[in-house]
Structure formats: structure tokens, C-alpha cells
């Protein structure tokens, strides 16, 4: 008798939205338990070395000051953009259209949604890394 793989056993009867990929990267929260796993299996005979101890929460902290401020990076290129897409209303602009042609017009409206920042060409909507050309 032959038996097939077994597949993703554990979350069979967990719905598609709620499965998480795994993680490519360690994060603040990955790194903690980690820490505390070390803290909780370690020898009572011959403890973990306070220095390194230090250490670690040290790489703790700078990683989250990292994590921050790439969140804050990451907000200041949206606000960026955001405005200097909003000083194209009513500019003459070339963009690449779908089919890989210039298109030329005055940007009408500047539109945000779940695609990005959208700029609005005689009702047609064009992505805002798809301008080639600033006429004025």
C-alpha cells in the first residue's frame, strides 16, 4: 500500500486569509523570543555571561531604531511624492502608455489608490512612474 505526502498537516482547517508565508527575515519579535529561549534553557550551573547578555539587548534596540527609522524613510519618499505629483495638476507631461506609447496631455487630477499615485490624462489614468517628460 502506498501513501502519498502529507501536506501543510497543521492548517488544514485554517481559512486562506489567515496563513502567513514564512519569514525571509528575523524580526524585533523572532529576535526576542529567541533571547528569552536562551534565558529560559540556559545552564543554572553556569549562567549566560552578562556581557553578552548586553549585547544582545543592545542589537535589540538598534534594530528597532532601525526598523523605525526605515519606517520613517519610508513615509517622508511617499510624502515626497505625493507632492510632487500634486505640482503636475495641470502640467503638460509625457508618460508611457500601456501599449509602450508617449502619451502627451495636461494632468487633469492626481488619484491615490491601492495601484499607487495615479495621474489622470484626458480621463485616462497613468501610473506616476510612467512620466518620461515635464513640459510645464
Partial sequence: MEV???????NIYASPE???????ELD???FLQILVA?????NPLAPQDS???ISQV???TTME?????????EMLLK?????????LVGKQVTVVGPDGQDVRGAVDKVVIGEEGIQLVIDGISYDYGSVKEILG
Avoid: H, I, T
Fill in 38 to 42: 536562551q534565558m529560559r534553557y540556559q
Fill in 79 to 87: 510624502a515626497q511624492e505625493l507632492s510632487l505629483s500634486a505640482g
Fill in 4 to 10: 502519498g505526502a502529507v501536506g501543510n498537516v497543521g
Fill in 65 to 73: 531604531q532601525l526598523f523605525n527609522l526605515s519606517k520613517s524613510m
Fill in 58 to 60: 543592545v542589537e535589540l
Fill in 28 to 30: 524585533k519579535d523572532a
Fill in 18 to 24: 489567515k496563513v502567513e508565508p514564512p519569514k525571509q
Fill in 51 to 53: 556581557n553578552q547578555f
